[in-house]
């Protein structure tokens, strides 16, 4: 690997890539538009929010295109290539369908819809288009996640045996924090549907596929002020942590522990995978350093030890943001990956993760294991 895999690639004379962004919350703030505007071949040409004022300031304060505050008067308007989705998880299925209906390519964020229908429903409907998709899986593009990868793919595991994940967050772990659709499980909220994309898609990219499920979603936290230092509370209705044990189709075992109510954690994320050749763990929090760690089949040290990053591999955490919305910008141009890079998840990859998912929410229902295949049915 080298320093320019991840850069976004200039079109030269080529006309430019026309994008529109619908929702300004803070990753879109901190990541997603300051990475389109930061690719060369990308036209920024419009963004959307439910708030007038504050949409308009956003446009003008990043010189993010045209401000809206509707969404399919911006589609008229802009004639874009492409849209970005990145609004509450309840309206990414109309938000997608109407694109995918008006042919465009889609960059979707994580889940792809708040349940196993609306995702398929948006998979075929994309294919159906023939558009080009992508998830915003974004740990594929971070340091330590790619350093793991590329040590797997150098044979520093071999055959799986079994495999930990843990993601841990305190961001839900105070109760007079007012209620919001990420505690509403109908509007798509919840540990499992929050983190567990990312942590599926990261099983999924590292080990394979995952073949059966069996797990338990808990609620701590089960009412919560509608406005900060009101006296009206809501039910929440969505998880706060889940525990799963998984089955991977190549004979692997594993658990996912996902918890959003840890004190103390901010972005907590830890795995471990042991193989027939070695065993590699990565563990990272906000604001601490990530560690990737390697012990060798045969190690007596009683220890993996660290293994530092490759030259080149390292992405800088000012350069991520073009580095990361570059490679998804790729995909939905339908230009191949750089060399030494795999090829970008699109919807299929997001319907792959939901379905999982949705194997633990039925699992977590019935007590029982549920098997995945092309549905899912009882184990």
């Known amino acids: 690997m080298n320093d320019r895999q991840l850069r976004p690639d200039a079109e030269g004379d080529a006309p430019p890539f026309r994008v529109v962004v619908a929702g300004i919350g803070s990753f879109t703030q901190r990541v997603l538009l300051p990475g389109l505007l930061a690719t060369p071949s990308v036209e920024v040409a419009g963004i959307f929010g439910r708030t007038r004022e504050r949409v308009r300031d956003t446009a003008a304060r990043l010189g993010a295109g045209a401000a809206f505050d509707d969404y399919a008067a911006m589609l008229d308007a802009t004639r874009p290539d492409a849209v970005v989705i990145a609004t509450p998880n309840d309206v990414h299925a109309p938000m997608v369908l109407e ?6 390519h889609v960059l979707c964020e994580k889940p792809l819809g708040t349940n196993l229908a609306e995702a398929e429903a948006m998979d075929r409907a994309a294919r159906g288009a023939g558009v080009r998709t992508a998830m915003n899986f974004t740990y594929r593009s971070t340091t330590p996640f790619r350093h793991a990868w590329a040590l797997i793919k150098a044979g520093a595991v071999g055959h799986v045996r079994h495999v930990t994940v843990t993601f841990h967050q305190a961001v839900r772990a105070d109760p007079a924090a007012p ?49 900060a230092g009101g006296e009206a509370h809501a039910r929440v209705t969505a998880d706060d942590v889940a525990s799963v044990v998984v089955r991977m ?47 060798p ?83």
């Open 297 to 379: 089949a045969g190690s007596t040290a009683g220890r993996l030890d660290p293994v530092p990053v490759p030259a080149g591999l390292d992405v800088p955490f000012e350069e991520f943001p073009a580095r990361h919305v570059g490679r998804m910008i790729r995909a939905l141009r339908g230009k191949a990956p750089a060399p030494g890079e795999d090829q970008w998840p699109g919807f299929a990859d997001g319907l792959a993760a939901q379905r999982v998912l949705d194997g633990v929410e039925r699992s977590a229902a019935t007590g029982q294991w549920v098997t995945l295949g092309d549905g899912i049915r009882a184990g």
């Open 99 to 104: 694109a995918v209906g008006r042919g465009l």
């Open 179 to 227: 209620i919001s659709f990420r505690n509403l499980r109908e509007r798509g909220g919840g540990a499992l549907l929050d983190v567990g994309p990312h942590m599926v898609d990261a099983l999924r990219w590292l080990v394979g596929e995952v073949d059966a499920v069996v797990g338990a979603t808990q609620t701590c936290i089960t009412t919560r002020e509608v406005v």
């Open 249 to 295: 189709r190549g004979g692997a075992t594993g658990t996912m522990q996902l918890s959003q109510v840890t004190h103390g954690r901010h972005g907590y994320r830890r795995l471990e995978i042991a193989g027939d050749a070695g065993t590699l763990s990565l563990e990272e929090d906000r604001g601490e350093p990530a560690v990737v760690r390697h012990a």
